[in-house]
């Protein structure tokens, strides 16, 4: 059998902005360490994203030390410095993201004015600590798992076969960050990731729950915010599942540790 082994690894501490390319991660119940930990909310605590406001793809994290430091691709403003460990004592904000209601902490009121500035729109950092509670959907995951500000679970994993194949089909290819993966891994053919339930990456217990439906945030170009029609036009062509266009596999944890670049996947 073709070895799968992981290749890359990738976190979006705050949701929607650029993600950071890890060699090695911590897997926690809600997801990889510092993974979508943040977010942007408008002033009635409603969840930003690219959807929306294609300008956060210009927004760039990375980990420096012990601090986030958030950058902008394209505007001569100062970058911005967040303490990973957000232990002052801060505000609690009732926010939405999709159906959820969930309690995170505001970060900054210089947080707030910093992104409502980067972003020519009025907007909010929030923080989700261990207190706060949002669950998986029960309809495909076999026990409540708590999960970030990820849009629906924990962990997302895609095969890069799947997206040399999508990318045969393109006119011009799309690199990976389109579709925000945690785990991409080499081997094996096109959308085997389809095929899986239960399987590891290292000695860690993966599970995969629901194949991953596809949203305009795939037609951002992430190093311009430009919108275009691609890869979704493409996609609906041999990827579609009643009205919806599937890529890459939603996944939840059995297991806490570390996984590394290098580990090998097996099914």
């Known amino acids: ?42 002033k009635n605590g409603m969840f930003l994203t690219q959807r929306e406001h294609p ?36 505000n609690h904000m009732v926010v939405n993201i999709w159906n959820d209601v969930v309690i995170a902490k505001n970060v900054s009121h210089d947080a707030d004015l910093w992104f409502s500035e980067a972003l020519n729109l009025d907007c909010h950092l929030v923080f989700m600590d261990k207190d706060s509670d949002r669950h998986t959907d029960l309809k495909y995951t076999p026990e409540p798992k708590q999960v970030s500000f990820a849009d629906a679970y924990p962990f997302l994993i895609i095969g890069q076969e799947s997206l040399n194949e999508l990318n ?24 085997i990731e389809d095929t899986w339930k239960d399987f590891m990456i290292g000695d860690l217990k993966f599970r995969a729950v629901k194949p991953c439906s596809r ?53």
């Open 55 to 90: 300008q956060m793809a210009l927004l760039q994290v990375n980990l420096k030390d012990d601090n986030l430091e958030v950058t902008h691709k394209v505007k001569p403003i100062s970058n911005l410095q967040l303490p990973i460990s957000n232990g002052q004592k801060s």
């Open 1 to 42: 059998m073709n070895k799968l082994t992981l290749t890359h690894i990738y976190i979006y501490p705050i949701k929607s902005l650029g993600g950071i390319s890890l060699q090695s991660a911590k897997v926690e119940e809600r997801g990889l360490q510092y993974d979508r930990r943040w977010m942007l909310v408008d």
């Open 215 to 267: 949203c305009v945030v795939t037609t951002v170009n992430q190093d311009t915010a430009e919108k275009g029609s691609e890869p979704l036009e493409t996609l609906a062509q041999f990827r579609k599942v009643g009205n919806k266009v599937m890529f890459g596999q939603n996944l939840i944890a059995y297991d806490k540790g570390v996984v590394r670049v290098g580990d090998s996947v097996t099914p």
């Open 168 to 191: 045969r089909r393109l006119k011009e290819p799309l690199p990976i960050n389109r579709f925000r993966p945690n785990f991409v891994f080499s081997g094996g053919e096109p959308f």
